[in-house]
Antibody, heavy 120, light 112 residues
Framework: DVHLLESGGDLVQPGGSMRVACAAS????????MSWVRQAPGKGLEWVSTISSGGGNTHYSDSVKGRFTISRDNSRDTLFLQMNSLKVEDTARYYCVTDVGPVGPLYDNWGQGTLVTVSS | DAVMTQTPLSSPVTLGQPASISCRSS???????????LNWLQQRPGQPPRLLIYDISKRFSGVPDRFSGSGAGTDFTLTISRVEGEDVGIYYC?????????FGQGTKVEIK
């Protein structure tokens, strides 16, 4: 079974930094582009960032560009999101999701998410 | 950016009756490879989203056949042929043709 387990979410002050991770298992991680999608409390889904299967291509939403960095370690089947200069509006549950795979960008596997709270 | 607009935003439905959700994109979702990467996701209360439909109309593994998708270009529809209690939740369309990926606002399906 495919399993995505996010970790690292916590309470952080505005202007602070945090790194969240996603450990993948049950599939060939290195064959998939991966994305982060977030959901603020009581709100809808917002795409944050995508990284290609090999890590050479990345994309970011305008709301996080220049502050967040997506990366991956295919030897450890792990996806990361480094978040700097955090703002109150970054408060959300961050989901790790499979993006482009052999059949296309299905968004077919989601973790349970990790909660990032930005507050003073 | 491809802005995704869903209607309605709320859909009270009687058990056993059909429900339909519309999703319109501000630009064509046809990829240069000819595919249209329009997905429908379901989010039950307290759960992560779950893929129901991909590529406009392909039902994902394990999804009941009462769920169906249709459309082309910029206009798409998710139909539930007979709503069951477990279908309560929020439904999102999303496009994965372009970057940035974008989601609709979500449609809340509830039982009357």
């Amino acid at each position: 079974d495919v399993h995505l387990l996010e970790s690292g979410g916590d309470l952080v002050q505005p202007g602070g930094s945090m790194r969240v991770a996603c450990a993948a298992s049950g599939f060939t991680f290195s064959n998939y582009g991966m994305s982060w999608v977030r959901q603020a409390p009581g709100k809808g889904l917002e795409w944050v960032s995508t990284i290609s299967s090999g890590g050479g291509n990345t994309h970011y939403s305008d709301s996080v560009k220049g502050r967040f960095t997506i990366s991956r370690d295919n030897s450890r089947d792990t996806l990361f999101l480094q978040m700097n200069s955090l703002k109150v509006e970054d408060t959300a549950r961050y989901y790790c999701v499979t993006d482009v795979g052999p059949v296309g960008p299905l968004y077919d596997n989601w973790g349970q998410g990790t909660l990032v709270t930005v507050s003073s | 950016d491809a802005v995704m607009t869903q209607t309605p935003l709320s859909s009270p439905v009687t058990l056993g009756q059909p429900a339909s959700i519309s999703c319109r994109s501000s630009q064509s979702l046809v990829h240069s490879n000819g595919n249209t990467y329009l997905n429908w996701l379901q989010q039950r209360p307290g759960q992560p989203p779950r893929l129901l439909i991909y590529d406009i109309s392909k039902r994902f593994s394990g999804v009941p056949d009462r769920f169906s998708g249709s459309g082309a270009g910029t206009d798409f529809t998710l139909t539930i042929s007979r709503v069951e209690g477990e279908d309560v939740g929020i439904y999102y369309c999303m496009q994965a043709t372009h970057f940035p990926r974008t989601f609709g606002q979500g449609t809340k399906v509830e039982i009357k």
